[in-house]
């Protein structure tokens, strides 16, 4: 059974930093290319970041500098460091998993920011 369960959300004033995390299970992790997104009420779930299984990175120009993804193969968890955060990245971030056709999803986790 794939799993997918983040950590780390929360509720943090405008300028602060969170660390989210990802714990895969069930999946070859090193294979997969992994991936975070974000959506709030009413909107199509963004793109945030990605790491390929090669640490190849990319990020969503809103979120470049500011945030970075990073993964441990040791550990089958993928993580999220969000820095200088301000009140437009209150969403629910959702973990994915890709390898091919297969794409696993996280429960998603809420981050708040306070202005």
């Known amino acids: 059974q794939v799993q997918l369960v983040e950590s780390g959300g929360g509720l943090v004033q405008a300028g602060g930093s969170l660390r989210l995390s990802c714990a895969a299970s069930g999946i070859i992790f090193s294979i997969y290319a992994m991936a975070w997104y974000r959506q709030v009420p009413g909107k199509r779930r963004e793109l945030v970041a990605t790491i390929s299984n090669a640490d190849s990175t990319n990020y969503a120009d809103s979120v470049k500098g500011r945030f970075t993804i990073s993964r441990d193969n040791t550990k089958n968890t993928v993580s999220l460091q969000l820095n200088s955060l301000n009140p437009e990245d209150t969403a629910v971030y959702y973990c994915?998993?890709?390898?091919?056709?297969?794409?696993?999803w996280g429960q998603g986790t809420q981050v708040t920011v306070s202005s």
């Open positions: 994915n998993g890709r390898q091919g056709l297969r794409s696993y």
